[in-house]
């Protein structure tokens, strides 16, 4: 498993380049880590290298959001699962047409729908250190 500690905002693009470049056939990732850790924070970092056009924002109360690269040649598919209290919800919103897209998919609070996730889906656990420090560490 990979690992990654950081300490300052600045150095998100440590994590940006291992999605983006190490990981670079996948195309869902699942972040874990407890409320404040910066999983709303690193997606944002990524969907800037991106060249996402629009405003980052974790979709709490709207499930899913959709941001259009610059261009509108790409799309990136931000998910927040935090309020999901069914997962029949996931299913009636239609998951798998936003998984199995070939787009990117970035996923906060998936433990809530951990039994959909695809085999392919690169987890990425977020602690906070003692220390603050931010660490990162990557599956598979």
């Not at 440590?14 to 983006?20: A, D, Q, Y």
């Not at 261009?71 to 699962?81: E, K, L």
């Amino acid at each position: 498993m990979k690992e990654i500690r950081i300490k300052e905002i600045e150095q998100l693009n440590k994590i940006v380049r291992v999605v983006l470049d190490d990981y670079r056939d996948y195309r869902l990732f699942a972040f874990f880590g407890e409320l404040g850790t910066g999983k709303t924070t690193a997606i944002q970092a990524i969907c800037k290298e991106l060249n996402m056009q629009d405003v980052v924002n974790s979709p709490t109360f709207s499930i899913v959001n959709e941001y259009w690269s610059k261009d509108n040649r790409s799309v990136v598919y931000h998910f927040d699962f935090y309020r999901i209290e069914k997962l029949e919800e996931v299913y009636d919103f239609g998951y798998e047409e936003y998984f199995y897209s070939g787009n990117y998919c970035f996923l906060e609070w998936p433990e809530l729908v951990k039994e959909i996730l695809p085999q392919e889906t690169i987890p990425i656990y977020i602690e906070v250190a003692i220390n603050g420090e931010r660490v990162f560490r990557f599956g598979k």
